[in-house]
């Protein structure tokens, strides 16, 4: 309160460096904004990540401000964060103009990058299936020379190509092209040379 019986409000500006004084007739505090409790459920379903106070997690903050990991979702609004109604508007506007160019192409390309399986090594052991963070890989049984063969098969539209299945692969069963088992062993054996 000032002399005169105004409020007063004393912040620190950290782009002036400096404290300011305002005068106010009254100080009016908005509720604290939490995200909605079935956040966790949800970001599991759709495979992405969330912040340390729940909410969603962009792919990165400044190259892809509202595009997931995962292709094909798009953030905005509250489930971003607390945001004025500006902000929303805008970053809706952007996760809108980002599905458009998905939904406005007549085939999309995928990633070069992805899970292959070799069949003559895969013995259909589904270690892979389970840590699979796309749900990319299933189980799959068809007759060969009269009997039940079990393998996997990976779905190109899922698979990113993290490399995880082959990491869980003991018998070199599933691989992801351009990064066979040896091709990475070499690699790493020049790297170390050095």
């Known amino acids: 309160m000032s002399s005169d019986g105004h409020l007063v409000v004393s912040v620190d500006d950290s782009l002036l460096d400096m404290k300011l004084c305002i005068n106010c007739d009254a100080v009016i505090l908005s ?27 962009e792919a990165h903050m400044k190259l892809r401000p509202v595009d997931f990991a995962s292709d094909g979702v798009y953030l905005c609004g509250l489930a971003h964060g607390p945001k004025s109604l500006t902000e929303s508007i805008a970053q809706a506007s952007a996760a809108a103009a980002r599905a458009t160019t998905v939904l406005s192409k007549r085939q999309i390309e995928l990633e070069p990058r992805i899970s292959q399986v070799v069949d003559e090594n895969c013995d ?66 020049a790297a170390l040379a050095r």
């Open 124 to 189: 259909g052991c589904a270690y892979c299936i389970e840590p699979c963070p796309y749900d990319a890989i299933t189980l799959i049984e068809y007759m060969k020379d009269g009997a039940v063969k079990k393998t996997v098969e990976s779905d190109a539209a899922k698979c990113r190509g993290c490399g995880v299945c082959q990491a869980t692969c003991p018998k070199k069963g599933i691989f992801i092209r351009n990064f066979k088992l040896e091709q990475i062993s070499a690699m790493v054996e």
């Open 31 to 57: 509720a604290g904004t939490v995200p909605r409790q079935d956040t966790a459920n949800l970001a599991q379903k759709l495979k992405v990540p969330l912040t340390q106070d729940g909410f969603l997690l």
